[in-house]
Each structure stands twice: as structure tokens, then as C-alpha cells.
């Protein structure tokens, strides 16, 4: 039986190595169209490489996904994190947990993860063929797949899985869709916002720990570190937004207005009752801050409040108090576009669920194509969820049931 593995990437690795352990008499080739193996693999983590999540609940583990819970649900329960954990740790590839619960190898180098990967790939002796990409694939009456590779030639296969990652554009879906494979329109997921021109862009670098998130006229919002950068604003509580809001910020052309809540949850009359201290009293405003915020934020919301920040804070009319407050708990900027997190696209669309055997990952439509990874409508939030599916997509994939 020869098997055929559309995509080097986390998933398509994976596929090809269950592929090895689960058919050891099978022939493996995996096919990339660049010459990168692994790119996500390396860059993933600052380049330590987020594995996955602590998280061995498989309910709340697929809740982490603002595009596939219900088909993960069933996927998780034949491989999820603590399959992760122990299959790394077969290979000597001991994981740690930090404490947001992101796992990393204790290394902290992605080319832990890398070199595992290619070494077991070695081992079940999946051959692999870089700067081969697939535009076309036919099926014979038999059921077997013949693949057409840019730059001409065709490649023949009996199973074919593909793990070839999401595309920015509809039409690096084509060749599924020609085969009847219902693809749901692909937009970014995980990007910061933008605000071109804001002043608080002179913040960058500078990052708040516990921000609450709303994009106005709507139900979402997201809480958690945010960070202020020379775009604009991202940290986990702005990626969480964007990959939850995904599809309805760009029905808006990535232009909306944020509602921010530098102090998390808390409400105005705390937050007026606090600035009322009398110990604040003799302070100079730049010194009032009663609040665990960064002092150049701080500064900055006095200088938006139009307070003085050399102003002793006893005369601080109310006014202006009751203006500091509303930008505490109220503040708003206004994003104009996006920019890609780092190098790690996600994409929200691909491969639509319907068309695909949750504990199979086997194409409902061609028998014998299988699909994992990104090339799927799933995609998650933050912290080691689009790793965890890739490594769970490919295995399941890779048994070829």
C-alpha cells in the first residue's frame, strides 16, 4: 500500500509517522511544496515550540475552539493532551508546564519538537520530497489516487492524506473542491489590531495583566494580558478576540471600535472609591496610582483625562477624577486592520467538518482521502489548541480506518 502525505508540516508529520506505526508495511512519502520542514514547528513559541495545553478535560479542551468543538469532542477521545505528553515522552522528549498552562519542551527549543519528528519519520521510513506541491488529484473507478505535482508529473497513491494547511484565499481549495469536498471560505484568525495613528502606539512594548476586551455593537469579548504594540494592540486577550470574532470582524472590513476595561472586571464605584483614598491625598497625580497598572499607562490615561501629572491629586477636580474613571473601565479606540501574528497564520475555513469522519479524519465524499491539521475548519485560540489538533488529526488520520 503506498500512502501519500500532502503537507510537511506538525500535522502532516504526524500523519506520517502514524501511518509507519500503524501499517509498517506501507510505503510513506510526504510531500512539501517549499523547501521548510516544520516552519510553524519552528517559529511556534518565540521558538521554544507551545506543544500544547494542560488541559485533560476534553470538554473544556474543545471549548478552546472557536471553530470545531463538537467535531474535536469526538477526535479527543481516541488522542488528546495526555496521549501528546506520553507520546513525546516515549521519544525522550520530556514536556513542561508553565503556568497558563502552555506546554513546552523543557529544552525550550522547537528544535526538540523538529528533530523528534524527523527522527521518527526516519524510523517508520516515510520518504519525504520537499518543493513538491499538489494542484490536482483524480480518482480511478478502483479507488486509486493519482496526484498532479507542479512542474508537471503525476504521483500514484492507494490512500492520500492531506495536511497541506489553511490558505488565505478559496482557490488553494480548488482541487478539493473538484472532487465535490465542501470548503468553507477561508479568513485570518489570530491577528492584533491595528490603530494607525493612535497615541498609544508611543506605549509599545508596555503590557497591561488583566484587560477585559468588547468590540462594540456586539456579544464578544475576551480577559487577559494585553499588550500595547507599534501597530496597535495584541497579547492573548486581543488574539482570543480575533479568533473568536474571526468571521464577524471581517464581515466589518476590520473596522470597529474596542471597549477596554484596563482593570478587568472592575466596576466604576470601586474604581471611583479607590481613587477617593485619602493616602492619594498628598500625592502628586503620577504617584496616585492605586491600581496595578504599568506607571506609562498610567500616565497616559492622566494625560487622556487631561489631568496634570504633577497636579497634587487633593485637586484633581471631579470632573476630571470621574474622565479617569471612564477611561479605566470604558476605554475606547477605534481599529482600522490587522496585522498577522508574527509569522503563526491561522486560518478560520478550510475543509468543512460535515465532509469529514470525526474518528476517522476519512473524507466522507472520496474513500481513501483523509485530511488533518489546518486544512480543516478548525482553528483555536492561543497557548499550544492548533498544535494539540494538528497532532490529534494526524494520528487519527494516519490509522487509515
Not at 489590531?193 to 468588547?214: K, Q, T, Y
Request: hydrophobic content about 40%; some cysteine; proline content about 5%.
Amino acid at each position: 500500500m503506498r500512502v501519500i502525505v500532502v503537507g510537511g508540516g506538525a500535522a502532516g508529520f504526524f500523519a506520517a509517522v502514524s501511518v509507519g506505526e500503524h501499517h509498517p508495511q506501507a510505503e510513506v512519502l510526504l510531500l512539501e511544496k517549499t523547501d521548510k520542514l516544520l516552519a510553524k514547528v519552528r517559529i511556534s513559541g518565540g521558538g521554544r515550540c507551545n506543544v500544547t495545553h494542560h488541559q485533560t478535560n476534553i470538554r473544556k479542551l474543545a471549548a478552546s475552539y472557536p471553530r470545531g468543538e463538537q467535531f474535536l469532542r469526538k477526535a479527543f477521545t481516541h488522542f488528546a493532551v495526555a496521549d501528546t505528553v506520553a507520546w513525546f515522552a516515549r521519544r525522550g522528549v520530556a514536556l513542561k508546564t508553565e503556568e497558563d498552562g502552555r506546554m513546552f519542551p523543557t529544552t525550550d527549543d522547537s528544535g526538540t519538537i523538529i528533530r523528534c519528528l524527523q527522527d521518527e519519520a526516519d524510523r517508520v521510513g516515510v520518504r519525504v520530497r520537499r518543493r513538491c506541491g499538489v494542484h490536482g488529484l483524480d480518482v480511478d473507478a478502483s479507488g486509486r489516487f493519482t496526484l498532479h505535482v507542479e512542474g508537471g508529473g503525476t504521483l500514484e497513491a492507494d490512500r492520500v492524506i492531506v495536511t497541506a494547511g489553511g490558505h488565505p484565499k478559496a482557490e488553494g481549495y480548488a482541487w478539493l473542491q473538484a472532487h465535490g469536498i465542501g470548503i468553507v471560505p477561508p479568513v485570518p484568525s489570530l491577528f492584533t489590531f491595528n490603530m494607525p495613528g493612535d497615541p498609544v502606539r508611543a506605549l509599545m512594548g508596555v503590557s497591561a495583566a488583566d484587560v477585559r476586551v468588547r468590540i462594540a455593537g456586539t456579544g464578544l469579548e475576551s480577559r487577559g494580558p494585553l499588550l500595547i504594540t507599534h501597530w496597535g494592540m495584541s497579547g492573548p486577550a486581543i488574539l482570543r478576540l480575533s479568533a473568536w470574532g474571526a468571521r464577524t470582524v471581517h464581515d466589518m472590513g476590520y473596522r470597529f471600535t474596542v471597549q477596554l476595561n484596563w482593570l478587568g472586571t472592575a466596576g466604576e464605584e470601586p474604581v471611583r472609591a479607590a481613587l477617593a483614598d485619602a493616602a492619594l491625598a498628598r500625592k502628586q497625580a503620577h504617584n496616585a496610582n492605586p491600581f496595578p497598572l504599568p506607571q506609562r499607562l498610567w500616565g497616559f490615561l492622566l494625560h487622556k483625562a487631561g489631568i496634570a501629572p504633577h497636579r497634587p491629586w487633593a485637586e484633581v477636580a471631579r470632573k476630571d477624577r470621574n474622565r479617569l474613571v471612564d477611561l479605566l473601565t470604558n476605554d475606547r479606540y477605534t481599529v482600522a486592520g490587522k496585522t498577522t501574528f508574527k509569522e503563526e497564520f491561522v486560518t478560520a475555513g478550510g475543509v468543512a467538518l460535515g465532509e469529514v469522519d470525526p474518528h476517522t479524519m476519512q473524507s466522507r465524499t472520496v474513500p481513501g482521502l483523509y485530511f488533518a491539521g489546518e486544512v480543516l475548519d478548525i482553528d483555536g485560540i492561543t497557548g499550544g489548541f492548533n498544535f494539540q489538533a494538528a497532532w490529534t488529526t494526524g494520528h487519527l488520520a494516519g490509522r487509515l480506518l
